[in-house]
């Protein structure tokens, strides 16, 4: 059976139907289609269609291997992740994560910043980290996701998200139910590893954008 564009087009449209929403897991899904549908001469795209479908147990099948893709993307970006960020703590980096401490010790010492300083950086961290993971920093993201298109990579980094708020949200633990606190070395300390983790978060971004825009480059159009 040979697919032309209208069952390619088609296939897309039945995959989504049955819960599969993100675009890289349907192109999968499709490409396992087309593949199962080489050389079928003996039943009609729709027949064949419904028959692999039924072999993946229908809506509630896809939406496992949804499930299972996600767990897989998830350990795989968290380990880039981590990788990242143990550059920081590693040289040359680590030149840059001491000057950052220093710089932070320093200005507080300096200027013997109060309380609701610290409180303040820790509400600037949790800006800047939920705008690193907004759609709206970065075009290519942003047109595909008013378009309708979503990304399984680039929803992972809404999960890795929730780890990385942990030093922030110690800073505002501290902050709030410590409002006495002040030894400026262990506060410098939490805030430059909030900042590293950023920076790591920011680096893993640009890379699953970039695999995405390489990987999916006709839907730029």
Same mark, same amino acid.
């Given at each position: ?23 890289? =897991?349907? /192109? ?21 269609? #419904?028959?692999?479908?039924? $072999? ?5 099948? *896809? ?8 767990? +897989? ?19 040359? #980096?680590?030149?840059?994560? %001491? ?8 200005? &507080?010492?300096?200027?013997? +910043? ?9 509400? *600037? ?5 939920? &705008? ?15 378009? $309708?298109?979503?990304?399984? /990579? ?10 990385? =708020? %942990?030093? %922030?949200?110690?800073?505002?633990? %501290?902050?709030? &139910? &410590? ?16 900042? +590293?983790?950023? *920076?790591?978060?920011?680096? *893993?971004? #640009? ?12 839907? #730029?159009?």
């Amino acid at each position: 059976m040979k697919l032309e564009e209208y069952h390619i087009k088609e296939l897309y449209r039945i995959i989504k139907k049955n819960g599969v929403k993100y675009y890289d =897991v349907q /192109t999968e899904l499709v490409d396992h289609f087309a593949i199962a549908m080489e050389g079928e001469n003996t039943v009609s795209f729709e027949e064949k269609t #419904k028959e692999i479908l039924e $072999g993946f147990d229908g809506k509630k099948g *896809l939406k496992q291997i949804t499930s299972q893709k996600k767990k +897989v993307l998830l350990r795989k970006f968290f380990r880039i992740y981590t990788d990242g960020l143990k550059n920081y703590f590693s040289f040359p #980096k680590v030149l840059l994560t %001491i000057c950052i401490f220093i710089g932070f010790v320093v200005t &507080f010492q300096t200027f013997e +910043v109060e309380q609701s300083t610290y409180s303040l950086i820790a509400q *600037l961290l949790n800006i800047s980290l939920i &705008f690193q993971g907004s759609y709206n920093t970065n075009r290519y993201l942003k047109k595909m996701y008013n378009k $309708g298109y979503s990304f399984l /990579t680039i929803k992972i980094l809404e999960y890795l998200q929730m780890i990385m =708020v %942990i030093p %922030i949200a110690s800073l505002f633990a %501290i902050t709030t &139910f &410590f409002k006495e606190y002040d030894n400026v070395l262990v506060l410098s300390s939490i805030i430059t590893f909030s900042v +590293v983790t950023i *920076l790591a978060y920011a680096k *893993l971004k #640009k890379h699953l954008v970039n695999e995405v825009i390489s990987s999916y480059p006709m839907v #730029k159009a």
